[in-house]
C-alpha cells in the first residue's frame, strides 16, 4: 500500500459547487471587454480588414462542408474536414446582419463566450481556493492573447480551446473515454494538434485489460477514420491528391525557433519542415514517456500537465505555429501553475507570440503594398513605437523559445515528481490541491 505521503490528491471543488451565477458574471465581464476592444479596433481602421483569414472564414461559413465533400471553396482546403461546419454554427447567425469586419469578429467572440462556462467549471474543479479562482478568471478576462485572438484577429481557435478544456475537465473528472472520444473529434473539428492530446490519452493511462484498451482504440481511431474516410473518398471519385497531405505553409510568420534556424542554417522549405516534424514529436513525446519510464500513474492533473507540456513542446519545435494556437492552451496554464507563475505567463508570456506577429508584420507591410487597415496598425506603430522591428522580431522570437523551454520542462519536471498513487476527486469540501 502506498503512504499518504506518496499519494497526490487532486484538486478539490471549492465549496462542493462550480458557482454558476459568479460565472455568469464574469461571462459578461468577459463579453464586454471583448466587445469593447473590437469597437476600438474597428473605430482605429475604420472597419477595415488588415488580415486575409476573415476570406477563409467567410468561405466556410457560407459552404459548412466545402471540405468534407472535397469541393472548391474560399475556405483553406487543409483545415480539418468539419471545421467550415463549426463556423458555421458560430458564425452565421451574425453574416449577412453585420458588416464582415465585425461579423467576423463577433463569430470568433461566440466561440470564446461559448467556451467560457467549460473553462470555469474547470478553474472550480481544479482550483481549491475562490480567491485564486477569482484571480485567474480575471486573468483570463483581461490577458491579451485572448482579446488579440478574438476581438483583433477573428481567429477559430476558441472553439479549440473549448475542446481542450473540456478534455482536461473529463480527465479531472476520470472519464478517461469521453476524454478520448472528444479528442478524436477535435482531429476532425477543430485542430490536427488534437493528435496530441489524443496520444497522451490513449498511451498514458493504463487500461485494466485489453477489452479496454481495444475500446480505446476503436474511440480514438473511430471519428477520425469515419471522417476522413468520407474526405478520401470525395477526392478519390475526383481524382484529385489530399490537400491535408501537401500542405506546406511557408512558415515565415511563424512564431516557432525555425524562423531563426531557418534563416540561420539557409535551409529548404522542405528540410525545415521534415526536421521540425521530428524535433516537434521527439520533443512532443517526452512528458509521456518520462511519466512511463518513472511508472507514473498518467490520470488526473499528472496527465494534465502531461497534455499541456506535449502541446506546447510541439508548438515550441514546429516550424508552423500562429500565435492565437497559444490561446488553445491557455486553461491548462492556468491550472498547471502556481497562482503568481499562472497570471505572469498567460498577461505577459503568452502576449510575445503577438509581438511576434506585430513587428513580422509592421516590417512586411513597409515592403508591400497593404490593405487600408493594416496600413494604419503601421502607422500607429511608427507613431507610438520606434524600435525596429526586425530586432525585435528576433528578440520577440527568443523571448518566447526561452519562455517554452522553461514551460515545458518545468511541466515536465512535476510530471517526473508525481506521486505513485493519485487520490479521486472529493465531491464535497476536503482538502485543496492548490491554494
Known amino acids: 500500500m502506498p503512504r499518504e505521503a506518496d499519494i497526490e490528491p487532486l484538486p478539490s471543488e471549492a465549496a462542493g459547487a462550480p458557482r454558476w451565477a459568479e460565472g455568469l458574471e464574469w461571462l459578461a465581464a468577459l463579453a464586454a471587454v471583448r466587445i469593447l476592444v473590437m469597437l476600438g479596433i474597428g473605430w482605429l481602421t475604420g472597419g477595415r480588414h488588415f488580415t486575409d483569414d476573415w476570406v477563409f472564414e467567410l ?54 463566450l461559448a467556451a467560457w462556462p467549460i473553462v470555469w467549471r474547470l478553474l472550480t474543479t481544479a482550483v481549491g481556493s475562490i480567491r485564486t479562482q477569482r484571480l485567474l478568471a480575471l486573468t483570463y478576462v483581461l490577458m491579451p492573447v485572448g482579446w488579440a485572438t478574438t476581438s483583433l484577429f477573428a481567429e477559430e481557435e476558441p472553439i479549440a480551446m473549448l475542446c481542450f478544456a473540456a478534455i482536461m475537465l473529463l480527465v479531472l473528472k476520470g472519464r478517461i473515454k469521453w476524454a478520448i472520444l472528444l479528442a478524436s473529434i477535435g482531429v476532425v473539428t477543430a485542430k490536427v494538434y488534437f493528435l496530441i492530446p489524443l496520444l497522451a490519452l490513449t498511451a498514458g493511462p493504463k487500461p485494466g485489460s485489453l477489452k479496454e484498451w481495444l475500446r480505446r482504440l476503436a474511440l480514438a481511431v473511430g471519428p477520425i477514420a469515419l471522417v476522413y474516410g468520407i474526405v478520401q473518398f470525395s477526392l478519390w471519385q475526383q481524382h484529385r491528391a489530399s490537400p491535408l497531405m501537401e500542405f506546406t505553409p511557408h512558415g515565415i510568420h511563424s512564431t516557432s525557433i525555425w524562423v531563426l ?26 512528458p509521456l514517456v518520462v511519466a512511463r519510464v518513472r511508472r507514473i500513474p498518467c490520470e488526473g492533473m499528472t496527465l494534465v500537465r502531461i497534455m499541456t507540456a506535449m502541446i506546447l ?109 493519485v487520490r479521486p476527486i472529493r465531491r464535497a469540501g476536503g482538502a485543496s490541491g492548490r491554494s
Open 59 to 112: 468561405g466556410f461559413i457560407k459552404d459548412p462542408f466545402q471540405i468534407l465533400m472535397s469541393r472548391e471553396g474560399e475556405g483553406a482546403p487543409y483545415q480539418p474536414p468539419l471545421a467550415p461546419f463549426m463556423s458555421f454554427l458560430f458564425g452565421a447567425p451574425f453574416v449577412g446582419l453585420l458588416p464582415s469586419f465585425y461579423a467576423i469578429r463577433c463569430f470568433s467572440i461566440l466561440g470564446e
Open 313 to 421: 513542446f510541439v508548438f515550441m519545435w514546429f516550424y508552423h505555429c500562429d500565435p492565437e494556437y497559444y490561446l488553445i492552451v491557455t486553461p491548462g496554464i492556468l491550472i498547471c501553475f502556481p497562482p503568481v507563475a499562472a497570471v505572469l505567463i498567460a498577461v505577459v508570456g503568452l502576449a510575445i507570440p503577438y509581438a511576434i506577429n506585430l513587428f513580422y508584420g509592421v516590417a512586411m507591410a513597409r515592403e508591400a503594398a497593404t490593405e487600408e487597415g493594416k496600413t494604419v496598425i503601421v502607422h500607429l506603430y511608427d507613431r507610438f513605437v520606434h524600435w525596429d522591428p526586425d530586432t525585435w522580431h528576433t528578440i520577440s522570437l527568443l523571448a518566447l523559445c526561452a519562455l517554452s523551454l522553461t514551460i515545458t520542462l518545468w511541466l515536465t519536471l512535476q510530471v517526473a515528481r508525481a506521486p505513485r498513487s
Open 261 to 286: 534556424i531557418r534563416a540561420w542554417l539557409d535551409l529548404s522549405l522542405e528540410s525545415t519542415k521534415h526536421l521540425s516534424m521530428l524535433t516537434g514529436f521527439l520533443t512532443g513525446i517526452t
